[in-house]
């Protein structure tokens, strides 16, 4: 890449290195004369699929002009330095918080995922730590690794927190690709994309899927990425049709993964999962791995009428014992929903496959099915909303919006995106239409909220394509090369 193609956030980085002085959150002075190592991750956009991901679904995922870029530098002792610096909206003051590799530590080596949790979690201030820290500590532990020296690691961030296009996943990505490539570990992109998932399970606390780890290492500037969730695979690149794109609408709502509407609707995920094979083996049949293993008519005829709307949570365990998912816990005082968040990956996952078929005929010529994807994605949002019940009424105003101006103006579809309640709104539609009516729309949307949403376009690589980057400090100062 020549220096004008690289992402905004490497050229970013670069002018501070050159000039660090000239940053008032105190640039100059982080780095040693060493050699830094840097990775650039993007935000993903969902844009098909979102929750059903830990169902095992089908899912088209994109990847957005913004991103993050870690850098690396080794130290002499045994401490991680990490700093975080933003870059969107007005800049602040940097955060920074010190951890002694041995807390990661019990006895004689690496100590277990609860207890490195406890610690992330004990002082609110520099939770933020366990999505670097965390990440470090899975790379050590589960790829066996002994590091005598600690990190000074910083993080410069142009993706909004907690707006649902997968900025914790980003910063996990980011870490791992980086020690990836210091360390010449040659791990590929699956590990890297797992590893990721497994920090933001055990020690951030989030059961979030494997979607937004594979979408953000695997994805590909200017494409779809197809991903098969079983438990994780990409099955290709998607085509986006000739003058059509995506945008993603910042709905000012925050959102997070580790909250209880989200959390709750995946345990009424795996209840009804459970029942399923429960009643499997009545018949004789063995279970399902995944509830997305089921088509949609067998699904609503032999197994919905008998899963029950709601249940409290010590009935099922009663009768269950357990729901087989190892990062959430059914409480046995609260009601779950069950028929819903069951029937939506099954409902989902056919949906996936219509979008992406219908981009593929689009692709080739038939407009027709550009409208036919958009109504998928419409189609999904309202099983977000009725069946999950993790859209808020700030995000039905944007898909509405979307909706009452209709494919023939070049407008097709929008979506909640990820875990929901909240965040982003992704839209589909022609350039010109994504140029003349998105403005329209946020205009709209401030005279309701009060502020004007972000809009978040573009496209960029994901961590694979994009690769890592040194930089060496010589007599003509700082120069950095890929890697």
């Known amino acids: 890449m020549t220096p004008e193609q690289l992402p905004y956030e490497v050229q970013e980085f670069e002018r501070l290195l050159a000039k660090p002085n000239s940053d008032p959150t105190g640039f100059a002075g982080f780095f040693t004369g060493g050699e830094i190592w840097v990775a650039r991750v993007p935000a993903r956009l969902d844009v098909m699929g979102g929750i059903a991901d830990y169902s095992g679904s089908n ?10 870029l870690m850098a690396l530098q080794a130290r002499t002792d045994s401490t991680l330095r990490i700093r975080t610096m933003q870059m969107t909206g007005k800049r602040g003051l940097p955060v920074e918080t010190r951890i002694p590799l041995s807390y990661f530590t019990s006895g004689d080596g690496l100590g ?19 999505y670097i820290g965390g990440s470090i500590f899975t790379l050590f532990k589960e790829e066996s690794l002994k590091v005598p020296y600690g990190f000074s690691m910083l993080l410069l961030s142009g993706v909004p927190m907690n707006v649902g296009i997968g900025s914790s996943a980003a910063v996990e990505i980011g870490t791992l690709s980086c020690l990836n490539a210091y360390l010449n570990l040659k791990l590929d992109a ?30 590909r500037r200017g494409r779809l990425t197809h991903i098969l969730c079983r438990p994780g695979k990409v099955l290709g690149d998607v085509e986006i049709p000739k003058g059509t794109g995506f945008i993603g609408i910042n709905s000012m709502v925050r959102h997070s993964v580790g909250g209880n509407p989200y959390s709750d609707t995946r ?5 009804g999962k459970k029942i399923v094979n429960s009643i499997r083996a009545r018949t004789g049949r063995s279970p399902v791995d995944y509830l997305t293993e089921l088509g949609v008519s067998e699904f609503r005829k032999e197994y919905l009428p008998e899963i029950p709307d709601s249940i409290v949570g010590s009935e099922f365990l009663e009768k269950y014992k357990t729901h087989d998912d190892p990062v959430t816990k059914i409480q046995p005082d609260a009601t779950y929903r069950v028929a819903g968040p069951t029937r939506h990956p099954v409902e989902e996952n056919e949906r996936v496959l219509k979008f992406i078929d219908a ?9 027709s099915a550009l409208a036919v994807a958009g109504e998928a994605m419409c189609g999904a949002h309202e099983s977000y909303r009725d069946n999950c019940h993790l859209s808020v009424d700030e995000v039905d105003f944007l898909v509405d919006a979307v909706r009452r101006r209709g494919a023939g103006s070049g407008l097709y579809g929008a979506k909640i995106t990820g875990g929901g309640t909240g965040g982003t709104v992704a839209v589909f539609g022609r ?3 994504l140029r003349e009516q998105i403005p329209q729309i946020a205009t709209e949307y401030s005279r309701r909220v009060g502020a004007m949403p972000d809009l978040l376009d573009g496209t960029s690589p994901g961590a694979v394509e994009f690769g890592a980057r040194r930089y060496t400090f010589g007599a003509s100062g700082w120069r950095g090369t890929g890697v």
């Open 59 to 68: 899912v088209c995922e994109g990847v957005l002009g913004r991103g993050m």
């Open 267 to 271: 345990i009424g995920a795996f209840m």
């Open 112 to 130: 277990d995922y609860a207890q490195v949790r406890e610690l992330c979690q004990s002082n609110p201030l520099v939770s933020w730590a366990a």
């Open 431 to 433: 350039f010109d239409a």
């Open 190 to 219: 699956a590990r890297i994309a797992r590893l990721g998932q497994m920090a933001e399970n055990h020690v951030v606390g989030a059961p979030c899927g494997i979607m937004d780890q594979i979408a953000i290492t695997s994805g």
């Open 359 to 367: 981009l593929h005929s689009a692709a080739k010529g038939d407009e």
